[in-house]
């Protein structure tokens, strides 16, 4: 009898091993691809990407041959085109998610755009609206563009109308005589300050605090001792 219950309980063992592991290599072959956001007016390609995102990644741009192969990139794959130091390549990817999630910075959602540059202006309501409002919107650089009839210019966000024609925003260098004001692609424009550390930080932050009061202290003994010599 005990011969007969041992041949399957190891066949059990064997296949229940086994088929864990085809189980797990059939779930990484399934994950899903990075979904490709589509590039924008103001960001139309890696370089351009890279530049407002900041601290140094635009110099990173010639490894990227295309914007699909940035955005279908993985962590060890950014590491093995030298993208340094790790905390470069998570902040690299945390913007590439922010990308898609569309949540951008300033010029994110400008729709005329032209060499890196876009146009604003300060727009009323129509005769037919009984308003004062005043509002910024984003127009055609190209003076000679022609709009739809019924066509509503883009109102960016963070820009307001100071005065009766000055224009206020990131990044926002106004025209002579209050004509509007230009947004130009900037490096570090969308940059994300890294934090200063203080004392080390929270991790070390106490250690470095003890040590210092214990230097203070012995400093305070010796400076007693030779004062009663």
């Known amino acids: 009898m005990k011969t007969i219950l041992s041949q399957p309980l ?11 592991a085809n189980q797990a290599r ?3 072959k399934t994950r899903p691809a990075p979904t490709i956001p589509q590039p924008r007016p103001f960001v139309p390609d890696v370089q351009t990407f890279l530049t407002l995102i900041g601290r140094g990644l635009s110099k990173h741009a010639s490894k990227f041959p295309s914007w699909e192969s940035l955005f279908s990139l993985t962590s060890p794959q950014l590491k093995e085109l030298g993208i340094e130091p790790p905390r470069n390549r998570r902040y ?13 910075g300033p010029g994110g959602d400008f729709k005329y755009v032209t060499d890196g540059q876009a146009l604003l202006k300060v ?12 509002y910024v919107v984003n127009v055609p650089m190209d ?3 022609t709009l739809e009839k019924d066509e509503i210019l883009p109102r960016p966000n ?53 040590k ?17 010599m």
């Open 212 to 228: 210092r009061r214990s230097v203070e202290r012995r400093a305070e003994r010796e400076a007693e001792a030779l004062a009663n």
């Open 123 to 134: 727009a009323t309501p129509p005769a037919s609206v009984v308003s004062d409002a005043k």
């Open 92 to 104: 690299l990817l945390q913007w590439m998610q922010r990308y898609r999630q569309g949540a951008l």
């Open 158 to 210: 963070g820009y307001t109308v100071r005065g009766l024609k000055s224009i206020a925003g990131p990044y926002a260098t106004p025209l002579p005589q209050q004509a509007g004001a230009i947004v130009k692609v900037t490096e570090g424009m969308w940059e994300q300050r890294q934090g200063r550390k203080i004392d080390g930080g929270e991790r070390r932050r106490a250690e470095i605090r003890f």
């Open 10 to 20: 190891r066949f059990l063992r064997s296949t229940g091993f086994s088929g864990g």
């Open 143 to 145: 003076q000679e563009a």
């Open 26 to 28: 059939w779930l990484h």
